[in-house]
C-alpha cells in the first residue's frame, strides 16, 4: 500500500482481555517498529523486526506483550490480561533499508476500561 | 542513557510570528536527529532530518541545525502559518543494528490567526 496500515485504529477493550493489534507495512520495506505513545508523551519503542525475526525487543515493558512477524510484512501486537496502565496509542513504522527515518502509520488508541 | 529534552510546550503565537522550538540531546555516540510533526487527527510524519554535525536540515519554511558543541538541533521557522499547527517532537537514533528513535515528549504549538 501507499503508506502504513494499522487496524484497528480504535480499540476498548475490558481489563484482563487480550487484545491484537495489527500493522501493514508500506510493501518492500524490511524494517518494522512499534511503539507506544501514553498522553502528552513522546513515542517510547518496544519492538524492531528486520524481516522476519525480533531483532530488539528491549522496549518490550513485560511477558504479557509479545509480538511476531511471520511473513516478513504484516506484523501483530498482542497483549495478554491487559491492564488500564496499558492504555495508550500504538504506533507502527516502516522503512527501506539503509533508509534514514521512518513511516509511521496512524496508530491504535487502545482503551483498557 | 540517550535522551532528548524539548522546550515544554504549548507554544502559542501570531500567525506571521518567528518560531524556535528549542531541543537539546545526550547521546554516548553519533546521533541522527529528526523533528517529526503530528496534525492533529493524523500520524507522526517526519518534518526534517540531519545526520552529522553542521548539518542543517530543512522542510516547509523549518530549518534545524546539528551543533554538536551545545548538543542541541532547535527549530525556527521564520514566519509561521495557522496551518503549522501541531505536535512537533525532535529525535535522535543511535544506528546500531536497529534504527530506534529516542523522542522527546512533545511541544504542541498553535498558531491564532
Known amino acids: 500500500g501507499a503508506g502504513v496500515s494499522q487496524t484497528p485504529s480504535n480499540k476498548v477493550t475490558e481489563k484482563g482481555k487480550y487484545v491484537e493489534l495489527r500493522c501493514d507495512p508500506i510493501?518492500?520495506?524490511?524494517?518494522l517498529y512499534w511503539y507506544r505513545q501514553s498522553l502528552g508523551q513522546g513515542p517510547e519503542f518496544l519492538i524492531y523486526?528486520?524481516?522476519?525475526?525480533?531483532?530488539?525487543d528491549s522496549g518490550l515493558p513485560n511477558d504479557r506483550f509479545f509480538a511476531v512477524r511471520p511473513e516478513g510484512s504484516v506484523s501483530t501486537l498482542k497483549i495478554q490480561r491487559t491492564e488500564r496502565g496499558d492504555s495508550a496509542v500504538y504506533l507502527c513504522?516502516?522503512?527501506?533499508?539503509?533508509?534514514?527515518?521512518?513511516?509511521f502509520g496512524s496508530g491504535t488508541r487502545l482503551t483498557v476500561v | 542513557g540517550d535522551s532528548v529534552t524539548q522546550m515544554e510546550g504549548p507554544v502559542t503565537l501570531s500567525e506571521e510570528a518567528f518560531l524556535t522550538i528549542n531541543c537539546t540531546y545526550t547521546?554516548?555516540?553519533?546521533?541522527?536527529l529528526f523533528w517529526y510533526v503530528q496534525y492533529p487527527g493524523e500520524g507522526l510524519q517526519l518534518l526534517l532530518k540531519?545526520?552529522?554535525?553542521?548539518d542543517k536540515g530543512s522542510n516547509k519554511g523549518f530549518e534545524a541545525t546539528y551543533r554538536k558543541e551545545t548538543t542541541s538541533f532547535h527549530l525556527e521557522k521564520g514566519s509561521v502559518q495557522v496551518s503549522d499547527s501541531a505536535v512537533y517532537f525532535c529525535?535522535?537514533?543511535?544506528?546500531?543494528?536497529?534504527?530506534?528513535?529516542?523522542f522527546g515528549q512533545g511541544t504542541r504549538l498553535t498558531i491564532n490567526p
Open positions: 513504522a516502516s522503512s527501506a533499508q539503509g533508509s534514514y527515518g521512518y513511516t
Open positions: 547521546a554516548t555516540g553519533y546521533p541522527s
Open positions: 510493501s518492500g520495506h524490511t524494517a
Open positions: 540531519a545526520t552529522k554535525a553542521d
Open positions: 523486526f528486520q524481516g522476519t525475526g525480533a531483532a530488539d
Open positions: 529525535a535522535l537514533s543511535i544506528i546500531q543494528g536497529a534504527q530506534k528513535l529516542v
